[in-house]
Nanobody
C-alpha cells in the first residue's frame, strides 16, 4: 500500500493543522491506519491509530484530547486533526498501515513519506 501524507506546515502555538494520508492502493478499508511522529534525535512515537471500521481509536498519552483521527474509506484517506498545538509537537509525522489492530510501530508494514509539522512559540 503506497501512502502519501500531506498537510504539514508551520503554525503558531495554539493553532491547528489537519494532516491527510491517501492510500491509493486497495483494499484500504481492511487496514488499521496510524499516525506516528519523529522529532530529531528521538525515536518514532505513536500518535493515533484507527481500526479498519473506524470504531476503534487510540491515542498517545500526550495527545490529551487535542488530536482526532478519522478515516473516509470511500476516499482511501485517513486524517489527523491537530488542535491546540504546542512547540513540543514539532516533528515529522508519518502515516502507516497495518493488517492488525495495533499501536506498535513495528507492526505497521507500510509507511508513507513524512510531512513536517513545526510549531513556533
Amino acid at each position: 500500500v503506497q501512502l502519501q501524507a500531506s498537510g504539514g506546515g508551520l503554525v503558531q502555538a495554539g493553532g491547528s493543522l489537519r494532516l491527510s494520508c491517501v492510500a491509493p492502493e486497495r483494499p484500504f478499508s481492511t487496514y488499521t491506519m496510524g499516525w506516528f511522529r519523529q522529532a530529531p534525535g528521538q525515536e518514532r512515537e505513536f500518535v493515533a491509530v484507527i481500526n479498519d471500521s473506524g470504531d476503534g481509536r487510540y491515542y498517545g498519552n500526550f495527545v490529551k484530547g487535542r488530536f482526532t483521527i478519522s478515516r473516509d474509506n470511500a476516499k482511501n484517506t485517513v486524517y489527523l486533526q491537530m488542535n491546540s498545538l504546542k512547540p513540543e509537537d514539532t516533528a515529522v509525522y508519518y502515516c502507516a498501515s497495518s493488517n492488525t489492530e495495533t499501536t506498535v510501530p513495528r507492526d505497521f508494514g507500510s509507511w508513507g513519506r513524512g510531512t513536517q509539522v513545526t510549531v513556533s512559540s
